[in-house]
């Protein structure tokens, strides 16, 4: 490969030299640069004497001309250890047979449900590409999602995957009963429906339908339209009789278990005691108690109102929390979240757009503008952003998907979300794979043809941090994801103890793939939500130079890197930018 970067030979360093590419000449204010034949290294001034003798870097030359650098534990033996490094297995055969642009950079969450949760199903979906398994607390019994759990953590741990967890609350809106068993209940045109808020008996009389919220009958009024689902199905209030609320369907269609109910008067949603709900129910705070004694990796709040829900469940984590950490994801499905967007998303670890219910809470003509500014601001905040619910509908029941749902999805490809999410696609439908299938290539080939185009307008990225170390880690990886597409490098390396640095590079969307070094197993599992990092288990020391030597070994041993390839490292240990060719 023939770089433009090899005019001073040998080694120099000049911190007033000016150089052709822009992020270069911007850093250069701010840090002594380094070079010599083919490689750059620019170091923060906080860490090195600007009059001081160049410091040793790791400068590799591709072709052996230059002074030979690399340190002697190049010596380091990768045959012995190649375990030492953990990535996924498909990840690795995907590298090795298609090479790094090949890799896909939006990420897959799969609902784990009785479609789904068995040893070999959940192995099939790791195959077909999901990051994330989500179980619904609103379905299944706690023993149920234990046994979920363990089987995903068996797959992570025999086959290699590093595949996260996110529990889902349930929430305390509105929602049926789970229908005495019975997988649907059909409601047709014109019939009598009883919603109650009694308990009722079982077997469940006909055209009963028990309700979550106590004050159900007190705030609807005769007249109101009753959405189930966000409108699959509708009914109309006749008649109120003490706790019974009799209603007449309007369009008939499958009621589900546990479905959400809204009621809706003169066109605009109706919002009287159960706005007071807790966010957070009884409920939800045992099943959160459970999340937590679990370890699992996300938790997704469900009709999240406010920051201050969020940032309660955040301090009830970190006190309960030792070594790990658990991300809180805000679901915006509700028009609190979204009149409260900002802050919500800002005290959050992610969002999700959580479009089944946002639909029935906002007209549905307004959902993709909601998605789209949704996605946006979680990119400004540096915020994983899934996009959910009724992506590939259909396929609950066919195994293609229509023209309109692969729409749908490039669209969320296209906005660069971090991720996209199957629901009864992959929780009770007929073609759990195929669906995951779909989402695969779909995201594959929006982003190359859109890489290729060169169609992304560059995003204004804001600062996050305030600190002035946090804005030289934004700084750097702003200007390195910049240089990476400038000079098309195969791929950026990023070497980071808590995830923020790699999280800084994801957010450039920049057109390589990002290898993230991370330490821990539960910082791997959790860099799987976000877009285009590939995360590495690896164990490393805050010597830059040795780190690289012994990753260059060791994928290179594993045939997933090979000499020649242009990489650009930075590290959240030492605040660098490193340009080098793999040895
Ligand atoms: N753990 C589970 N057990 C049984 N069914 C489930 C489970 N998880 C999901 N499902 C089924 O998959 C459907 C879609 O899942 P999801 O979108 O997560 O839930 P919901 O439809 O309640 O919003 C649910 O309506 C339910 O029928
Ligand atoms: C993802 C969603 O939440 P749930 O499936 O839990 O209703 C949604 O409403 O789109
Ligand atoms: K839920
Ligand atoms: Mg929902």
């Known amino acids: 490969m023939s770089l433009s970067l090899n005019f001073f030979t040998p080694a120099t360093r000049s911190p007033n030299l000016t150089f052709p590419k822009s992020p270069l000449t911007a850093l250069n204010c701010l840090f002594p ?58 990840t690795e055969a995907e ?73 889902d609350t349930e929430g305390s809106e509105i929602h049926m009963g789970d229908l005495g068993g019975a997988s649907s209940a059909k409601a047709e045109d014109g019939e009598i429906w009883t919603f109650s808020v009694r308990a009722v008996d079982s077997p469940r009389p006909e055209r009963t339908i028990n309700l979550s919220y106590d004050g159900f009958a007190e705030d609807v ?26 209603c007449q369907c309007t369009d008939p269609g499958l009621l589900l278990p546990r479905a959400n109910l809204t009621f809706w008067r003169e066109g605009s949603l ?18 959160i108690d459970f999340g937590i004694a679990e370890g699992v990796d996300f938790i997704a709040i469900s009709f999240v109102k406010s920051a201050e829900v969020i940032n309660h469940l955040k301090s009830y984590i970190a006190a309960r929390t030792r070594d790990t950490d658990i991300a809180v994801i805000a679901k915006i499905e509700s ?34 503008s909601a998605q789209q500014r949704i996605v946006q601001l979680c990119r400004q905040l540096n915020k994983p952003v899934i996009v959910a619910s009724q992506l590939l509908e259909s396929m609950i029941e066919y195994p293609t998907p229509t023209r309109a749902e692969v729409a749908d999805v490039s669209e969320a490809v296209r906005q660069r979300a971090d991720a996209l999410m199957l629901s009864g696609e992959s929780a009770m439908g007929q073609y759990p794979e195929k669906a995951l ?8 080939r929006i982003e190359k043809w859109w890489r290729e185009a060169k169609r992304h307008e560059a995003m204004q990225l804001p600062d996050v941090g305030s600190a002035l170390s946090d804005c030289i880690s934004e700084e750097i990886c702003n200007s390195a994801a910049k240089m990476a597409n400038n000079l098309e490098v195969d791929a950026l390396f990023v070497y980071t103890k808590n995830g923020h ?4 590079l994801s957010r450039c969307r920049p057109d390589c793939p990002i290898f993230a070094f991370t330490t821990t197993a539960s910082v791997r599992r959790r860099l799987n939500l976000q877009w285009g990092l590939i995360p590495f288990r690896l164990s490393f ?19 997933m890197i090979k000499s020649g390839d242009l990489v650009i490292a930075v590290s959240d240990m030492l605040q660098s930018i490193q340009v080098m060719n793999v040895p």
């Open 335 to 368: 028009i609190d979240s979204l009149t409260n967007l900002e802050e919500i998303i800002q005290a959050s670890d992610g969002a999700m757009v959580a479009r089944g219910d946002l639909g029935a809470q906002i007209p549905l003509e307004q959902v993709p």
């Open 541 to 559: 020391s805050d010597d830059m130079e040795s780190n690289l030597n012994k990753t260059f070994s060791l994928l290179k041993a594993r045939g």
């Open 437 to 444: 299938a779909v989402l695969r290539s779909v995201s594959v």
């Open 270 to 287: 109706v919002r009287e005691r159960n706005a007071m709900l807790p966010t957070i129910s009884s409920k939800d705070w045992l099943d």
């Open 501 to 504: 640095m790699a999280s800084l």
């Open 95 to 167: 590298l090795k047979e298609n090479g790094f642009r090949s890799t896909r950079r939006t990420k897959l969450v799969c609902t784990i449900g009785p479609a789904t949760c068995g040893f070999e199903q959940l192995e099939a979906l790791a195959v077909g590409g999901m990051n994330v398994a989500r179980i619904n607390m609103c379905h299944g019994t706690r023993e149920w999602h234990k046994s979920v759990i363990e089987r995903v953590r068996r797959l992570n741990e025999e086959k290699g995957f590093a595949v996260a967890i996110m529990m």
């Open 221 to 246: 009024q005769v007249g109101d339209e009753l959405l189930v689902d966000g409108g699959m199905v509708r009914f109309e209030v006749i008649e109120k009789i003490g706790p019974d609320v009799k």
């Open 33 to 90: 640069i380094t070079f010599s034949p083919k490689s750059i290294s620019i170091k923060s001034s906080a860490s090195t004497d600007p009059n001081s003798a160049p410091s040793s870097q790791v400068l590799v030359s591709s072709n052996g001309t230059g002074s030979s650098l690399l340190a002697p534990e190049y010596n380091y033996s990768a045959a012995a250890d190649v375990s030492s490094i953990e990535v996924d297995a498909v």
